[in-house]
């Protein structure tokens, strides 16, 4: 059954809950707005619409300080452009025009609510230069004050209803998906493990634990508004990323190791990843935390009998491994537990240092500064009144599109609600709400398509046709206490939403950002910086930059590889590959930065080298030369000098082995992608 004709056929608890919590919220904020005799009721609905999206309380507070804050901005910039240029419509919309893009640029720089912030002050400026266009200095003043009193309105009154009625917690929704997380991750565990052919299984397990992820890390922030046991779920969902995507990294080692070099392992290092994975399954199945614990308890037991005199370096390595992924998983457990009962247990984390593209940001920006100068220039050429709403609607979705994932396609799902809604809105909008003489008749008629759009907005199949056909319904209304209800005054509403949206969508045709090619290159020339850029800084210093930036590059990398045919997929690989590389990085530092003879630090300086060289030119098609040269002079040098017991001098060159293969693997990988032409070395990004 399509998703559009099930969500209302057999509708959700879930969904009638969130259709009537959030119309009941619109229809307050309307009523008070009439009763205030504010200039556009409108807005104050489409305000408690776009904060109920979430309806978290948390999440609701979050979006609600962030639309406020950014409408001060921009009431503050759009009085300022109009104080500078109040006769001169022309530099007013110029400067406008670079306000809208800086709001976009820096929007497209942050995350979540915060990026929500700035597109209300690009709008909140928009609507104050357009409207007041030749008023008076006062007139600029109050139309600020109307603009804020519409938003602010909404803002109470969809908090207010979050909070009353049906409350949820963003508290709950996190455990919920950490949950997912970890069960998720353990079943990708015991599949690696296994040395599984199954790549379809491995991928489904690894979108069912990424996904989830992405979620958990993008709305943790806004537990720290629900009491003081927010900000130990947000420092525990930190712990939890960061440990997730190491095990992530651990166990494609491992994977790759067992699966391509099982002839140079012992039977027994098979024998134990088999019986991990089965205790890895085991622990996903249990019911709570503590079980779960005892069972990967159990499996470190497993892993430290199994030790054996004079195992091979490779073998060696297996067991270590294998023993990270249980440490790993472990932490994983406790930060799961301390999501759900943050009372409980206390999780120390530095939050994620977010990987941010300027290139991208810069692409965004210029779009929306295209679509807004062009809507400009059609409203001075033509004089026409309704242009405004075009205008608003540029402004609106050009910078609203540009943070998300495939902003073409979600773009034409606006689009597409939106032709729906231009009958619906004549219908109930104009014919039926024409005849109503009381705001009880006005709540029934209008509420009926909103209710109704709403009810599809809770599922991800087709929020973008239900909510689109939501907004346009008010924009095409746009009730108040003064409504025009003639035709002509619909149609030019509706052409300028036509014209609006239309220009949208032909600025994201355009300009659609950047393509898997150059974000490939800026990807493996960011990691390749990082790598590069570990030696430069302290230890702590630079594991906390390092794991952040790749946490927060992995995840986005992860949504990307979900929009390319499963032959196609490989950046997340390259992803996982580069955190390896770098905490391998990491680790050799912690033991050798401190070694006493200059000969053993400066042969740990060349395998440094060596191995950031190495993911470079791997990540680019090429087959990574020079590590095992730079692995067997500091194996010589620490034999020479160094003062480090025989099985650590094993388990050295059975790191230097692994990575090795690995990166032989990633460039073979790489090479064999149709668009990747590796006939050109790159130039090393650092030294």
């Not at 540009?402 to 014919?431: E, Q």
Request: hydrophobic share 45%.
């Amino acid at each position: 059954m399509p998703p559009l004709i099930e969500t209302y056929l057999t509708p959700s608890a879930t969904a009638v809950k969130f259709a009537i919590k959030t119309t009941l919220a619109m229809m307050i904020a309307l009523y008070l707005a009439l009763w205030f005799d504010l200039d556009r009721p409108y807005w104050a609905l489409i305000s408690a619409a776009f904060l109920q999206v979430r309806p978290m309380s948390g999440m609701v507070i979050e979006k609600g300080i962030c639309q406020i804050g950014g409408t001060l901005t921009g009431a503050l910039a759009g009085i300022i452009i109009m104080a500078l240029f109040a006769q001169a419509r022309v530099p007013a919309l110029i400067t406008l025009t670079a306000w809208i893009m800086l709001c976009t640029y820096v929007g497209s720089l942050w995350r979540n609510n915060y990026t929500y912030g700035c597109l209300m002050a690009a709008v909140t400026a928009m609507l104050i230069v357009v409207i007041s266009n030749g008023s008076s200095p006062g007139g600029i003043f109050d139309i600020a004050i109307a603009r804020l009193s519409e938003l602010g309105l909404g803002a109470i009154c969809a908090t207010l209803v979050s909070s009353l009625l049906w409350p949820t917690h963003v508290g709950r929704h996190l455990a919920t998906q950490a949950d997912n997380v970890v069960n998720e991750a353990f079943e990708n565990a015991a599949l690696r493990l296994e040395a599984s052919d199954d790549i379809p299984a491995m991928q489904k397990a690894l979108r069912g634990s990424l996904g989830p992820l992405t979620t958990l890390e993008t709305d943790s922030q806004a537990a720290r508004f629900e009491g003081p046991e927010g900000p130990g779920r947000v420092r525990a969902t930190h712990v939890l990323t960061r440990r997730t995507l190491r095990f992530l990294a651990t166990l494609q080692a491992l994977h790759q190791l067992m699966h391509d070099h099982a002839d140079r392992l012992s039977s027994r290092s098979l024998d134990v990843s088999q019986r991990v994975a089965q205790g890895f399954r085991e622990a996903e199945h249990v019911k709570g935390v503590p079980k779960a614990r005892k069972e990967l308890q159990s499996l470190r037991h497993l892993v430290h009998e199994s030790d054996e005199a004079g195992m091979a370096p490779l073998d060696r390595r297996i067991r270590l491994g294998l023993r990270e992924a249980i440490g790993h998983a472990m932490v994983m457990l406790d930060a799961r537990e301390a999501i759900a009962s943050p009372g409980r247990y206390n999780l120390r984390s530095t939050s994620l240092a977010w990987h941010r593209d300027h290139l991208a940001a810069g692409i965004n920006a210029l779009r929306s500064g295209l679509v807004f100068g062009s809507l400009a220039i059609f409203w001075i050429l033509t004089a026409w009144n309704s242009a405004m709403i075009a205008l608003l609607l540029g402004t609106l979705f050009s910078s609203f599109f540009a943070s998300r994932d495939n902003p073409v396609a979600i773009t034409m799902m606006f689009y597409k609600g939106m032709l729906a809604a231009i009958p619906s809105a004549f219908l109930f909008g104009h014919v039926l709400l024409s005849q109503a003489n009381s705001f009880p008749m006005l709540a029934m008629l209008f509420g009926t398509p909103l209710f109704l759009g709403l009810m599809g907005a809770t599922n991800p199949a087709t929020m973008g046709y239900c909510l689109a056909f939501t907004i346009f319904n008010i924009l095409l209304t746009m009730p108040g206490n003064d409504m025009d209800f003639s035709f002509d005054s619909f149609a030019n509403r509706a052409v300028a939403v036509i014209i609006g949206l239309s220009c949208v969508v032909m600025g994201f045709r355009l300009l659609p950002g950047l393509g898997t090619r150059l974000r490939r290159r800026r990807l493996i020339r960011a990691i390749s910086r990082d790598i590069h850029h570990l030696p430069r800084r302290s230890v702590s210093d630079a594991e906390s930059r390092f794991s952040g930036h790749m946490a927060d590059r992995m995840l986005q990398l992860a949504q990307h590889d979900d929009m390319l045919p499963q032959d196609q997929r490989h950046l997340f690989i390259l992803g996982l590959t580069g955190l390896d590389v770098g905490s391998a990085v990491l680790r050799l530092r912690a033991r050798l930065d401190d070694a006493p003879h200059p000969l053993v630090r400066r042969a740990h300086r060349q395998l440094l080298s060596a191995l950031a060289k190495g993911f470079e030119a791997s990540a680019n098609g090429h087959q990574p030369t020079g590590i095992r040269e730079a692995g067997h002079k500091l194996e010589a040098a620490i034999a020479d000098h160094g003062n480090v017991p025989a099985d650590r001098r094993v388990l050295l060159e059975g790191l230097i082995e692994r990575l090795t293969l690995a990166l032989e693997r990633l460039g073979r990988i790489m090479a064999e992608r149709p668009h990747i032409k590796p006939d050109h070395r790159p130039e090393p990004v650092g030294n």
